[in-house]
């Protein structure tokens, strides 16, 4: 069975690394963290998804020509 793309063995080996590696102090702090960092990205990529699916602002006019005297 996969989840992720790892296997649950893969996600078992990575969790004991991680175990390790943060401490089980930290391990919380470390997914508050990462969940903030993931919704940040998730909301902010919906943003842009979002501003380039809305219509452009239609362009400025083109400056007025300035007026000769022989006109």
Request: net charge positive; aromatic share 6%.
């Amino acid at each position: 069975m996969d989840v992720g793309g790892f296997s649950i063995g893969e996600w078992l080996l990575l969790l004991a690394v991680l175990f390790v590696a943060v401490g089980p102090r930290k391990l919380p702090e470390v997914g508050r963290a990462l969940g903030q960092a993931l919704r940040t990205f998730r909301r902010t990529l919906n943003e842009a998804r979002d501003a380039m699916g809305r219509p452009d602002a239609p362009p400025p006019p083109p400056p007025a020509k300035p007026r000769s005297l022989l006109d």
